[in-house]
């Protein structure tokens, strides 16, 4: 019964190691990943009973599964890794401190004026049930976005926001991006979220939307071609859009 020793380091330890579990739980909860985060701590509970009651068999088969399955786990999370750590370095750099230590680039904004031109055409958009896929850049470049897409590099305008997705225009598939005041590219491709959470009237704009939000700081407005319904999706959260000034309120935050 050595194995039920128990002492104010093991509760610290436990309080540890069931943080840790709770954080990751929260953080790709609504993913695919939750199944397979599930059934990994499963096998890790067995491997410490087996340990703990010296069935030496399974304890070292089950170490040498998770071992061996460790290279695979980072496979398999990869984007919810790389997810994770874009949020901790975005929390860290909102931090004074850290801003000051490594003179982080401030967060880009869009003049007032500019702003009511990608409402009015939102707006209209919207009436009209035309699909729309809009990302207004932050801090993050997105470079990586922009290289997909074609670049254009004009002013932005109600009417050119409207013509670009125009259902006949070679460049209304895709994401427009816009930056520095600048449509800066149009027809760009954007990773598709893997979150189970999301309504089931949300279709591919939304879910690459949903997708891009996740991974950066960017805002990404949606026009929904079904429904015509306007979304804004920033970070994690999905904000429905029912009045103009809302929307302008929404690209009007600034992060500096």
Known sequence: MEFLHFTLVDLVD????????????????????????????????????????????????????????????IVIFQPEIRRFLNNIGR???????????????????????????????????????????????????????????DLVDARVSQRLVMNIFFKNSPLHDGAMVIGGNRIIAARCTLPLTDRLDLPASFGMRHKAAVGLAEQCDADVVVVSEETGEISLMQGSTVTRIDSSNLLKLKLQRNDE
Do not use: C, P
Request: aromatic share 6%; glycine share 6%; net charge positive.
């Open 91 to 149: 929390t860290a750099g909102q931090n004074n401190v850290m801003k000051k230590f490594f003179r982080r680039q401030q967060a880009e904004g869009l003049d007032s004026g500019l702003i009511s031109e990608i409402v009015l055409a939102v707006e209209q958009m919207a009436a009209n049930k035309t699909g729309a896929l809009i990302v207004v850049r932050r801090r993050d470049n997105l470079q990586s976005i922009i290289a997909t897409g």
């Open 14 to 73: 436990i309080i540890l190691v069931a943080a840790v579990i709770y954080l990751v739980f929260r953080w790709i909860r609504g993913s695919s990943a939750i199944n397979i985060f599930i059934a990994i701590i499963i096998l890790f509970i067995v491997r410490v009973v087996a340990t703990a009651m010296n069935m030496k068999m399974v304890s070292a088969m089950l170490g040498t599964i998770l071992d061996v399955g460790a290279i695979a786990i």
